[in-house]
T-cell receptor, first 113, second 116 residues
Framework: AQSVTQPDARVTVSEGASLQLRCKYS??????LFWYVQYQRQGLQLLLK??????VVQGVNGFEAEFSKSDSSFHLRKASVHWSDSAVYFC???????????FGTGTSLLVDP | DAGVTQTPRHEVAEKGQTIILKCEPV?????LFWYRQTKIQGLELLSY????????DGGAFKDRFKAEMLNSSFSTLKIQPTEPKDSAVYLC??????????????FGPGTRLTVL
């Protein structure tokens, strides 16, 4: 069965520190991969996406993610976090040329100012 | 450009009531999705429309949930009758797909439903 796993339910980092949020997927073939962010009481906003090509993709607000086929992972990174980055981050995947998004359970990020 | 609009933002209903949630997709998008978000189940797909045609109607939700897309710029999700377990955030999303290629989905702010 297709699945997306975010092993860390909560992550706390200090402002200015680097960040990595983990995401592993289980799909036949190479899926499309996404990271979304959800601020409190708001909808999901797309941070970045991977369809093919360069495994490192850049997103908004200094976020980037790296696709690894060998590891079935799509980890999200940021070099220096800001308190405003505190939110819930969702990794998601859809089949190549398919519409059905499978979401991970989300990682709640708290940035200590 | 206006994003996905959802109304109301909050809804409180008594058990057994009928409620209707509304969504306006991004102008020009031809795909529309309804999701339910809860802490326990996470994000679950309820319905998917492509060019106003219902393509997927989430099996577990069929009996009391009915999504409709009356025109390309408006969709509704009706829950009838409501039950306390329906308390959740309902998210609408839209995207533009072409030639079988599906693009990223843009989400609205959601409607927070509380059923007493």
């Amino acid at each position: 069965a297709q699945s997306v796993t975010q092993p860390d339910a909560r992550v706390t980092v200090s402002e200015g520190a680097s960040l990595q949020l983990r995401c592993k997927y289980s799909y036949s073939g190479t899926p499309y991969l996404f990271w979304y962010v959800q601020y409190q009481r708001q909808g999901l906003q797309l941070l970045l996406k991977y369809y093919s090509g360069d495994p490192v993709v850049q997103g908004v607000n200094g976020f980037e993610a790296e696709f690894s086929k060998s590891d079935s992972s799509f980890h999200l990174r940021k070099a220096s976090v800001h308190w405003s980055d505190s939110a819930v981050y969702f990794c998601a995947a859809s089949p190549n040329m398919g519409y059905k998004l499978t979401f991970g359970t989300g990682t709640s990020l708290l940035v200590d100012p | 450009d206006a994003g996905v609009t959802q109304t109301p933002r909050h809804e409180v209903a008594e058990k057994g009531q009928t409620i209707i949630l509304k969504c306006e997709p991004v102008s020009g998008h031809n795909d529309l999705f309804w999701y339910r978000q809860t802490k326990i189940q996470g994000l679950e797909l309820l319905s998917y429309f492509r060019s106003k045609s219902l393509m997927e109607d989430g099996g577990a939700f069929k009996d009391r949930f009915k999504a409709e897309m009356l025109n390309s710029s408006f969709s509704t999700l009706k829950i009838q009758p409501t039950e306390p377990k329906d308390s959740a955030v309902y998210l609408c999303a839209s995207s533009f797909s072409d030639w079988g290629l599906y693009a990223e989905q843009f989400f609205g702010p959601g409607t927070r439903l509380t059923v007493l």
